[in-house]
């Protein structure tokens, strides 16, 4: 159980385009969708909290208008990398949380999808 | 600010040996803590949470301790295997009911047959 997928897992767009990633959660329902963004040889950087039917909060220094989040349903949220650039070429990694106990969650995550822009 | 350090960056112990990584935190109050495995081009997975009441946890091969006035988690393997070979992320919790975890830099295990 517990399963993330992402799509697509791997994309190469030209600068300026827009990208979509689609994260979803298989077989549960999740109260809360993450997105984060991880460079080589580098830890997870969380960008976005996103809560279905309510506004992603963004954390310091990440783009809101720039990288775009929709939580369409309690398993299906999407990031859009609008007007791409080099710089925003990354490992993008989604994950879904599920509360355990108390104020316990764990959070499962997506496979990744490598974005590169040429 | 909050700072997270995992003791390594890369760490080679020989097939069936215990494996020990740390994960050292500073500015933090975390009421959890959590270890994921990730292996290169994928995404983390899950290994164990441990609570700040708890000082230790087990899971088959693999112990977690917690030592929240050291401010200290050690992660163990023991009966290290090949297959064990990845890079091991330790990630704190609040207790402000957020869900948000702070990922500390990871330490890539590499177990010699």
């Known amino acids: 159980g517990a399963v993330v997928s992402q799509h697509p897992s791997w994309v190469i767009c030209k600068s300026g385009t827009s990208v979509k990633i689609e994260c979803r959660s298989l077989?549960?329902?999740?109260?809360?969708m993450f997105w984060y963004r991880q460079f080589p040889k580098q830890s997870l950087m969380l960008m976005a909290t996103?809560?279905?039917?309510?506004?992603?909060?963004?954390e310091q220094g990440v783009e809101k208008d720039k990288f775009l989040i929709n939580h369409a349903s309690l398993t299906l949220s999407t990031l859009t990398v609008t007007s791409a650039h080099p710089e925003d070429s990354s490992f993008y990694i989604c994950?879904?949380?599920?509360?355990?106990?108390?104020?316990?969650?764990?959070?499962?995550f997506g496979p990744g999808t490598r974005l590169t822009v040429t | 600010s909050q700072k997270i350090e995992q003791n390594s960056e890369a760490l080679n112990i020989q097939e069936g040996k215990t494996a020990t990584l740390t994960c050292n935190y500073t500015n933090y109050s975390p009421a959890y803590l959590q270890w994921y495995r990730q292996d290169p081009g994928r995404g983390p997975v899950f290994l164990l949470l441990?609570?700040?009441?708890?000082k230790e946890k087990r899971k088959e091969r693999l112990k977690v301790t917690f030592d929240t006035t050291l401010k200290q988690s050690l992660f163990h393997i023991t009966a290290s295997q090949p297959a064990d070979s990845a890079t091991y992320l330790c990630?704190?919790?609040?207790?402000?009911?957020?869900?948000?975890?702070?990922f500390g830099t990871g330490t890539r295990l590499t177990i010699i047959p």
């Open positions: 077989d549960f329902q999740a109260t809360t």
């Open positions: 441990i609570r700040e009441n708890e």
């Open positions: 996103s809560n279905e039917g309510s506004k992603a909060t963004y």
């Open positions: 990630a704190l919790g609040s207790n402000f009911g957020n869900e948000k975890l702070t």
């Open positions: 994950s879904a949380s599920t509360k355990t106990s108390g104020f316990s969650y764990e959070q499962y």
